[in-house]
């Protein structure tokens, strides 16, 4: 017998959107299905982030962007796994695509100003606190663009010229000789929405591919890109192992998705 669908809390109004990628597949960690629904505590890995999101004050609006085989999937996590409701969109072949996609289906309200900032953020990383979140949308709204990023002195430059601001300041670039230290980019990164949509297409036209949403805008914007301390916690499921890390982390600091 089918279960009833699960109350939902009445949405607030926020103006920013919360967009969560799950376009990967199990390959790499194992699996025979997408790691983004593969279960965590009780949940998919995917449904945390989801949730994340939508508790951060501001966020009105969460698009579910996933493989065109995936979508049962993705309805599952909407009905089952979390408390508010997705807009769930198939996405391209490409990260790039996927958002693409993402921002096309929020475009009619992003011109009109009822989306003033988008949040992208990766659905593997399902780890990321409220606080993080939460601080990347007041950067980006303060900034235009921000993401989060761990200093690392262990890694090089995979780009020389890619630029992001460091916390608080505006030009210091990563990669770069006398820019201060290297950093671990991660997810969600966020920006002015009607910027980004329009860096977008112009990509697309291009047919430029960056590696994520911020070398994007570093391309084709002249907006300051600022990054806010990341979080150890927050690192992407790619492995069996993280899998297993992410467990370990769970049920060492008490977490729960909600």
Known sequence: MTQPRRSRPARPVGRAAGVV???????????????????????????????????????????????????????????????????????????QESELAALRHLADRIDSGAVDTVLIHDAARPLVSHGLASAVLHAAREHGGAVPGIPAVDIAPVAPGERLAGPGEQGAGVGEPGAGPLVRVQTPQGFHAATILDAYEAAARDGFVGTDTASCAEEYTDIPVTWVRGEETNFKITYAQDLLLAQDVVSALGLRSS
Do not use: C, M, Y
């Open 21 to 95: 990628l799950a376009g990967g597949s199990g390959t790499r960690v194992g699996a025979g299905i997408n790691k983004a629904f593969l279960q965590l505590s009780g949940r998919s890995i995917a449904a945390w982030g989801l949730n994340t999101l939508a508790s951060v004050e501001g966020v009105g609006i969460l698009v579910f962007v996933v493989r065109p085989e995936d979508l049962e999937h993705a309805r599952f996590v909407e009905a089952r796994e979390t408390d508010v409701p997705l807009e769930i969109i198939p996405g391209g072949d490409t990260r």
